[in-house]
């Protein structure tokens, strides 16, 4: 530990004081949150408020030959019930996707996947409204599903997406089968197979990482409130990024963006579920528009779970060419993407497979090359990037996963691999082979740095030794060592690379200080638990000397905070 | 479906009010009664976001008809700050020691930990682990939770918590 | 998640629970601790017409000592299983077991004449009932009867409970003092039903075991008392090749479902393993 010069003395003095960045504040959203003084949004309610429910698809895949709604209309209670046949008309039975694709908002012809929105009912409470929704009458004639990707595209696959069958060019290119979403290719692909061609080594594995679900505690839920006398819509919810809803839902309703309120409150995790549109807003929207009351929609968690965005679900065939020495010379990796029923990936817009082109990872491959395939199955649509950002997990996961895979072949010890094939200090900047320019870092200490914490020698004896005791019958007991070297993009930017739906991503701040000395900041981010209202008011503690216990930060509220693109995590 | 009447004490209250037979006392606390701290989260009985304290147990709210209730003593997160508004033992735990962060679970989570630090004043570090089995946090990790609660049954015990220092 | 509607009766007498039952009939359920009940009706996949409340019914909670048995009253809670000092120095296998069920908040609610006559095989209570050779007293519009738990299980919730009558009362014979015992469950986390579970009562002379008792929960559609499995051991020093005689015998009669907790097969091997480390741990608990 360094002695601490008066300079040092006097900033720490100083960040404490002021309770700025370095110091330990407690977080300031704790003191509500302690005393269930949250304000969520199934916390909220408003006079008038009507409550909305979905009938959804028991079938994967169906027809739907009809859909009576009379019973439903006839329980008291019931003020309506919404089909696509209502939503047409508007132009609203589909919506447009993150990912340039569209979804139905309450399926019209088909369902395309287990659990489809098909009707919404909007009833007096929620009880009446889960009466409601078992009294739509929906006849449907069951239609082979697809759930296994590898199946999508074989020539006698089942036609999933009708309403796009025509469409040989979707947002991302031409489509080889109907079920087809998108090809995305980078990497030199003639030098890549010439290396592997001519390797002294090869592997090649197969990775899933599987579908799984962000599944924050609180589910995907809002409140649509229209105020027809002034032509102005409020709208409550679950987002991560409400400036984006705000102007989402200013294309699809025709209302102008600037009659738009979007007002995220205290949200209960989002893990990236909570990036994207639901039926369920759509829904209340409309519901609100039409009734002129506000409607509250509130999803359960078996609808969270099975039809609002998963995460992962790539198919990874990944190969790495080296010499017997251990030195990489080429990656080739192919990936099988299953988007579900329809492309609602959350990625920036020029994306489709998100920066799965990291997959070099930490390493100094000289040439590679990434294909990645997106296809439709009866599954719900997604995916969004869950805790991590746009599909860096997946990508790391099969360079980390292959490192091992080769060190085995090759008999070398895999953090010996690593530190072979390490990006090396000098090659800062390093403009990787599939296209992304790092700007620093110096792998090989941070490597050695966690080698000597845990004792790496060490622990490989002791795994040695186990393994030996095993063999003679000793123990029943043996021992993984997992080495994983996280290279990640964190964050979407530049502009000019990262857009959402031509929005280009970027974040804003405003500062704005009170006659007083205190001060009230808002940011275009939102947060769901990442406690922002504590931190950012550290940052500016520290750069404009303002106590932060004096400073508010705000978030959230589209008419207040400046347009940003909200916060994933 | 006649409505039935109930009457039970909340937070050392008597409340009444009027419940189908199917309505669930979560519900009931939420909408009727208004006190928006216990949430709903799986609604399955599995997450424990909906815990309350009734009769001196810990009962997931959601999973419990308010008829059920009629009669009873029930205590929800909105009632366990000290007589002088200042925050309980362990809602300054769970604050001091970082254990929430969207705080959804946090509710239910201190209601459980209420209970559990009167069956069990002094609990090891395990049998606080097995002691919030019933509750869920898709946040945290559970570490600052459990240390949140060995902070709170410190200071309840006059006892030293020395990570509490940090 | 909102359950269908029903109407809702707390009785305050067993005389008029049963007479509840017996009148409403099929479209009637007892209501006790409700945890597995609620959530059926909460998904719709149980939509009673008519809840007959039992908490207001007196009496039904004891734990008492008759004669050489301890009698338990079928709306104690697991919660009162577990701290109750009579059970606890009688017949510890029940807190061992009850402790493995659920989580602390639902063995406040979740009583144990829920957990055995509700018939899900799932629940751990049936296969260490059948272990201790339990019987249950029912009560219904026929008069009082007793169904030895051995006999009580049909199929997935079909037991010998007839139309209208109610569990009021466990009765377990106490195992000799020094008995050996364990429940020894799989599972894929707290909380969860068993991938398999053994239940083992034993007791022990001069180093051989001379009564044997296992019990086999999830594995099949009813709860398993492995009669063949415990002969295997009586008489034997609990040896390795006994106990593999008697891990062979319980594989052999299991039938588990392949589920998410895992393939038939797979369970299957792990019932052998759960009884082979039950076995295991009864013994070092044996005296003499």
Not at chain 1, 520 to 537: D, F, L, N, P, V
């Amino acid at each position: 530990m360094n002695q601490q010069t008066p300079i040092d003395i006097e900033r720490s003095e100083r960040t404490d004081k002021l309770q700025g960045m370095g110091c330990k504040r407690k977080r300031v959203e704790d003191i509500r949150f302690t005393q269930g003084k949250g304000n969520y949004v199934d916390d909220i309610k408003l006079p008038g408020m009507l409550f909305g429910d979905f009938v959804r698809s028991p079938h994967a895949h169906a027809r739907i030959i009809s859909i009576d709604t009379t019973r439903a209309k006839a329980l008291p209670g019931v003020i309506a019930v919404l089909t696509a046949a209502d939503l047409k008309p508007l132009g609203l039975h589909y919506m447009p996707t993150l990912a340039g694709d569209v979804q139905a908002v309450l399926a019209e012809e088909k369902v395309l996947f287990q659990n489809q929105e098909v009707a919404f009912v909007i009833a007096e409470d929620r009880y009446i409204a889960a009466d409601a929704i078992e009294l739509v009458d929906v006849v449907y004639d069951a239609l082979p599903c697809i759930v296994d990707p590898y199946k999508s595209m074989s020539p006698d696959a089942p036609i999933l997406r009708e309403d796009i069958k025509d469409k040989m060019v979707g947002a991302h290119g031409p489509r080889k089968h109907p079920n087809h979403i998108f090809e995305w290719q980078i990497g030199d692909q003639k030098a890549t197979d010439e290396v592997f061609s001519k390797a002294d080594v090869t592997i090649k594995e197969m990775f899933v990482d599987h579908r799984t679900h962000p599944s924050p505690l609180e589910t995907c839920q809002c409140i649509a409130s229209m105020d027809k006398i002034k032509g102005e819509l409020t709208l409550w919810g679950t987002f991560q990024a409400p400036h984006v809803i705000r102007t989402v839902v200013s294309l699809i309703s025709g209302l102008p963006e600037h009659k738009i309120h979007v007002i995220a409150p205290d949200i209960g995790g989002g893990f990236g579920n909570k990036v994207g549109a639901y039926s369920g807003y759509v829904c209340s929207v409309v519901g609100s528009i039409v009734l002129g009351k506000p409607v509250k929609w509130v999803e359960d968690r078996m609808e969270n779970l099975s039809t609002t965005s998963f995460a992962r679900d790539y198919h990874m065939t990944t190969e790495l060419a080296a010499t017997n020495e251990g030195k990489i010379l080429a990656m080739r990796v192919h990936v099988l993407a299953d988007h579900g029923a329809f492309d609602a990936c959350a990625d920036p817009s020029k994306w489709p497979a998100g920066f799965m082109n990291i997959c070099t990872g930490s390493y100094d491959i000289p040439v590679a090359h990434l294909s990645v395939d997106g296809v439709y199955t009866n599954k719900a649509s997604g995916g969004v990037a869950y805790r991590c950002s746009f599909r860096v997990t997946e990508a790391v996961f099969a360079i980390e996963r292959a490192v091992e895979v080769l060190a085995h072949k090759l008999g070398m010890d895999s953090a010996e691999l690593r530190m072979k094939n390490f990006i090396k200090p000098e090659q800062f900047p390093y403009r990787a082979a599939l296209g992304w320019e790092y700007d620093s870092g110096d792998y090989p200490t941070a490597m050695k740095k966690a080698m000597e914490a845990i004792n790496y020698k060490q622990l490989r004896q002791e795994q040695a030794e186990k393994r030996e005791a095993f063999r003679r019958g000793e123990t029943r007991e043996i021992m993984g060592i997992g080495i994983s070297f996280f290279t990640e993009i964190v964050g979407a930017g530049p502009s000019k690379n990262c857009d959402i739906l031509g929005v280009a991503m970027f974040d804003s701040a405003e500062i704005r200080i009170h006659p007083t000395g205190s001060i009230i900041a808002r940011m275009g981010t939102k947060s769901q638990g990442q406690g922002h209202e504590t931190t950012y008011a550290q940052i500016i503690a520290t750069e404009l000397g303002i106590p932060a216990d004096d400073i508010m930060i705000e978030e959230g509220n589209t008419d207040t905070a400046p347009y940003g693109l909200g916060t994933y995590g | 479906m006649p409505k039935k009447q109930i009457s039970l004490t909340v937070n050392g209250r008597l409340v009444e009010g009027l419940v189908e037979p199917r309505t669930l006392l979560i519900h009931f606390i939420r909408e009727q009664l208004n006190l928006t701290g216990a949430h709903i989260g799986c609604d399955t009985g599995h997450c424990g976001a909906c815990t309350v304290e009734m009769d001196n147990m810990s009962v997931k709210s959601c999973m419990t008809f308010a008829l059920q209730a009629d009669g009873s003593n029930i205590t929800t997160i909105e009632g366990v700050a000290n007589p002088d508004g200042t925050l309980s033992a362990l809602q300054e735990g769970f604050r001091m020691m970082h254990g929430l962060q969207c705080g959804y679970c946090t509710p239910g989570m201190i209601m459980r930990a209420h209970r559990l630090l009167q069956e069990n004043p002094n609990p090891t570090e395990t049998e606080i682990r097995y002691g919030i089995a019933g509750n869920l946090c898709r946040c945290t990790g559970y570490v600052n939770i459990v240390k949140a609660i060995q902070y709170a049954a410190a200071k309840i015990n006059g006892t030293a918590f020395p990570e509490a220092a940090e | 998640m909102i359950p269908g509607k029903f109407e809702y009766y707390r009785p305050g007498s067993l005389n008029e629970a049963v007479a509840l039952l017996s009148k409403l009939g099929e479209d009637a359920r007892p209501l006790a601790g409700g945890h597995s009940l609620i959530p059926l009706m909460k998904t719709r996949l149980a939509t009673p017409e008519h809840l007959i409340d039992l908490s207001g019914i007196a009496g039904l909670k004891a734990i008492e000592h008759e004669g050489n048995a301890l009698k338990i009253g079928a709306m104690a809670s697991q919660f009162e299983l577990i701290h109750s000092d009579l059970i606890a120095r009688h017949i510890p296998i029940i807190p061992e077991t009850s402790l493995l069920i659920a989580d602390p908040q639902i063995r406040y609610k979740g009583t144990i004449g829920g957990n055995v006559a509700n018939g899900d095989p799932g629940n751990d209570m049936p296969a260490l009932m059948q272990c201790l050779d339990a019987t249950y007293d029912v009560i219904g519009p026929g008069g009082a009867r007793s169904i030895s738990a051995r006999s009580f299980y049909n199929g997935a919730y079909d037991t010998a409970l007839k139309s209208g009558e109610i569990v009021t009362s466990i009765r377990i014979p106490i195992p000799p003092i020094g008995h050996g015992y364990a429940y020894e469950k799989l599972k894929r986390k707290i909380g969860d039903y068993a991938t398999a579970a053994a239940a083992v009562v034993i007791t022990m002379s001069n180093g051989h075991c001379q009564t044997a008792s296992i019990g086999l929960t999830n594995l099949s559609e009813t709860p398993l008392w492995a009669e063949k499995a415990g002969k295997h051991l009586v008489g034997s020093t609990l040896d390795s090749a006994s106990v593999s005689l008697a891990v062979a015998a319980a594989e052999s009669i299991v039938d588990p479902a392949s589920d998410m907790r895992g393939p038939a097969e797979y369970r299957r091997k792990m019932a052998g393993v759960m009884l082979r480390r039950a076995i295991e741990r009864a013994k070092s608990r044996a005296k003499a």
